[in-house]
Every structure is written in structure tokens, then in C-alpha cells.
């Protein structure tokens, strides 16, 4: 299926921005500055906006504090949240306050004191908890479909219908387990596995090895969303970023299958673009 459709536009053009200010922050006189916190399962992701909610700074790093969509390492997730905002208030010598964070649908039950408690024990001040999905939807502006979030240990999914969310559902499989079927394929250690992953250059390659996987998320799609209206699946989620995983999940679920250029960065900008100066 193609990769961009005309939905994406406004998605698209803010990644590209985003990309831009990680590499080269922009530092100006907001008067305020709204983070969203991504505690993914691979990778933990700042994103900055300004007063008028545009990227001005960014910053990621890989992690093993959450597992499943939990939080298994409380301390360890506080400590890399403070350094990236350090790092980052640093770059814009200014002084981050707000921040909006959000978990896998329906997990709030379970981890959202978790996850509130990271985000305040690295000094932000919390203003939002929200699901994954809805948080993506900020950027990709669905009014109806599925949007699947496949991160790194659970994939998401969310049935939106007029521009609302009717039914959240999130199962353990994600990009996790394409770097165990890596490691085994190819006899390498887990973290070797990954980084041979992440590298576009070996796609090709992969996308027969770990076929079965992803017709292991295209199952938990398919039957999710078999009593739901669905016509277009809407692919986010660093695991996505895997050239053709669109193409597959496509053909097992029967349904167009689109996704923006770069899925990794789609949750937290929108997860930034729902933090206000209203705190929890």
C-alpha cells in the first residue's frame, strides 16, 4: 500500500520539523514551552513545542524501562526523563515546566500513578495522561478508521468514528519481539539484533524473516476491529518504521493500510500538542 496519503500532510510536514529542531534546536523567546513524554518500550522521546505549539527541540534515547507497556524501572525512568530535559533546557536555555505523557489504551487502570510520578519526579509539572492512539490522532487528524500504535512491546489499537475514539484494545507484540525472531535467525545477542533492525539498509532483507510476527500484529488488527466499522488502518510506532510492514499487515487484514514517513515520532508530538498550563 503507499506509505503517504494526502491525511498526512500536516502529519508529515510536522515530523520533518521536529526532525529538524532535534538536530538543531530553535531558541527564541516563548513565553511558555509544552513537552510530551513518550516511555516507550525501546525508546524514551522528548518533544518540545512553543507558545503557538510548533517543534522547537527534541530529544531520544534508548531505554529498558518500560516492558509491555509498563514501567519496570521506575528510577531508571525518572533519571533519563531528567537528563533529556536537562539536555534540552539547556539547548534553550529555558526552563521546561509543563509536560503531557500517555500510555497504551487501557492500561490507565494499571500504570497511569506510574507514569504521572515519573513525569513529576524528573521536575515537570503534569498536565495531561491520555491513551497512545488519541495522543497519535493529534498529528494525524483521522475522523474515521483504526489508528495501530506497534511500539516496542504491545500494539495499540484505536477505532475512531467521527474524529472519536469508540474502542481501545492493546496486546503484547511488538517491536520486541521482531528483535528476538532477529537474534534467532541470525544468532546474534538481543541488542545486536535490534541495532541490525533499526537499519533501513537491511529491510529488505528482514521483511521475510519477521513475517510471521507481522502477521501476528495483523491477527490482533484483524480481530479487534471485526465487529467495528473500519475501512483504512493507519499505521504509528517505532516499529513501523520497517519498509513494507504496511504492505503485509495490508494484505492479512483485507484493509487499506497507510502510514506517515517517519511512525516513530507521530505519538509524542502528539502527546505534546495535548500538554496546557492545566496541571493534573
Given amino acids: 500500500m503507499k506509505t503517504v496519503n494526502s491525511a498526512f500532510q500536516y502529519c508529515d510536514q510536522l515530523v520533518r520539523d521536529f526532525e529538524k529542531v532535534i538536530a538543531q534546536p530553535i531558541v527564541g523567546k516563548s513565553s511558555v514551552y509544552y513537552t510530551g513524554i513518550d516511555l516507550g518500550t525501546a525508546y524514551i522521546v522528548l518533544a518540545v ?3 503557538n505549539y510548533q517543534p522547537v527541540a527534541g530529544a531520544y534515547r534508548f531505554a529498558n524501562v518500560v516492558k509491555d507497556g509498563m514501567v519496570v524501572d521506575y528510577i531508571g525512568a525518572i533519571r533519563i526523563v531528567k537528563e533529556l530535559k536537562q539536555e534540552l533546557e539547556e539547548k534553550l536555555d529555558a526552563e521546561l515546566v509543563y509536560a503531557a505523557a500517555a500510555l497504551p489504551p487501557g492500561t490507565f487502570s494499571l500504570d497511569s500513578g506510574a507514569i504521572k510520578h515519573v ?3 524528573a521536575g515537570f509539572e503534569i498536565t495531561s ?11 494525524l487528524k483521522i475522523k474515521d478508521g483504526v489508528i495501530v500504535d506497534v511500539g516496542g512491546g504491545t500494539t495499540g489499537i484505536a ?7 469508540i474502542y481501545v484494545a492493546d496486546e503484547p507484540t511488538g517491536g520486541t519481539h521482531f528483535s528476538l525472531v532477529v537474534a534467532g535467525a541470525y544468532k546474534l545477542s538481543f541488542d545486536a539484533a535490534d541495532e541490525y533492525k533499526r537499519d533501513k539498509k537491511n529491510h529488505a532483507e528482514l521483511l521475510p524473516v519477521l513475517r ?4 501476528k500484529v495483523s491477527s490482533i ?6 465487529d467495528c466499522p473500519v475501512k483504512e488502518i493507519y499505521l504509528v510506532g517505532g516499529t513501523c518504521c520497517l519498509n513494507g510492514i504496511e ?3 495490508a494484505k492479512e487484514t483485507k484493509l487499506p493500510t497507510y502510514k506517515p514517513q517517519n511512525p516513530m515520532f507521530v505519538t509524542p508530538l502528539g502527546i505534546a500538542l495535548n500538554c496546557t498550563q492545566e496541571i493534573l
Fill in 212 to 215: 510471521p510476527v507481522i502477521e
Fill in 129 to 139: 495522561l491520555l491513551d497512545e492512539p488519541t495522543a497519535a490522532n493529534a498529528v
Fill in 159 to 165: 477505532v475512531l468514528k467521527d474524529g472519536e475514539v
Fill in 221 to 226: 488488527i484483524r480481530r479487534h476491529v471485526r
Fill in 119 to 121: 513525569v513529576q519526579g
Fill in 49 to 51: 513545542l512553543d507558545e
Fill in 247 to 249: 504492505n503485509i499487515i
